[in-house]
């Protein structure tokens, strides 16, 4: 495994939050809490915040193109992803670094401009060549590591509200009621 960097003062990851025009992120301790519940009938259960729900759809409203890259495939994201209008959801994902600089080139955004959300060594190889790397406070080590700016809270309880909130902070596009 490659080494891992230390993350940058908070200036430095506020100028390259500045820049982004996607953000793509994994969903698993993510987006949620990173808890799957099975029940006897076989259904899957995932708990989402309503809090990121609204940061993420703060970012679609200023024009920052959303999309989800997870290794697990799920009704429930899709379902979700559905309910927040994140149209480019993939699932199953095994290389999430080649997936991010797919969605770089058919959206015409250099992988430069593109931020990455993850929580695991799963997510480090899109995070190691985005823009902008963030994680939510309970992340990996090696993940938190890496990532230019780390979410106050953990997945699944705000940290994607936080990552949200820091984008547009920086872009000056966050206007509280």
């Given at each position: 495994m490659a080494?891992?960097?230390?993350p940058?003062d908070?200036?430095?990851a506020?100028?390259r939050?500045?820049?982004?025009?996607?953000v793509?992120?994994?969903?698993?301790?993510t987006?949620?809490?990173g808890?799957?519940?099975?029940?006897?009938?076989?259904?899957?259960?995932?708990?989402?915040?309503?809090?990121?729900?609204l940061?993420?759809?703060?970012l679609a409203?200023?024009?920052?193109?959303l999309?989800?890259?997870?290794?697990?495939?799920?009704?429930?994201?899709?379902?979700?992803?559905g309910?927040?209008?994140?149209?480019?959801?993939?699932?199953?994902?095994?290389d999430?670094?080649?997936?991010?600089e797919s969605l770089?080139?058919?959206?015409?955004?250099?992988?430069?401009?593109?931020?990455?959300?993850?929580?695991?060594?799963?997510?480090?190889?899109?995070?190691?060549i985005?823009?902008?790397?963030a994680?939510?406070?309970d992340?990996?080590?090696?993940?938190i590591?890496?990532?230019h700016?780390?979410?106050?809270?953990?997945g699944?309880?705000?940290?994607?509200?936080?990552i949200?909130?820091?984008?547009?902070?920086?872009?000056g596009?966050?206007?509280l009621?």
């Amino acid at each position: 495994m490659a080494a891992t960097r230390l993350p940058p003062d908070r200036a430095e990851a506020a100028a390259r939050a500045a820049r982004i025009r996607l953000v793509a992120m994994d969903v698993d301790g993510t987006l949620t809490d990173g808890a799957i519940m099975i029940g006897s009938g076989g259904e899957l259960f995932k708990r989402f915040s309503v809090r990121d729900g609204l940061g993420l759809r703060l970012l679609a409203d200023a024009g920052i193109e959303l999309a989800i890259v997870t290794g697990r495939e799920s009704k429930i994201v899709a379902q979700r992803a559905g309910e927040l209008g994140i149209g480019r959801v993939h699932q199953g994902v095994a290389d999430k670094g080649g997936v991010l600089e797919s969605l770089c080139r058919d959206l015409g955004v250099d992988v430069s401009r593109a931020a990455f959300v993850g929580d695991d060594w799963p997510d480090l190889a899109a995070m190691r060549i985005c823009g902008f790397a963030a994680a939510p406070a309970d992340a990996e080590p090696a993940v938190i590591a890496c990532a230019h700016w780390v979410a106050p809270r953990p997945g699944g309880k705000g940290a994607m509200r936080d990552i949200a909130e820091f984008i547009l902070r920086a872009q000056g596009l966050l206007e509280l009621p």
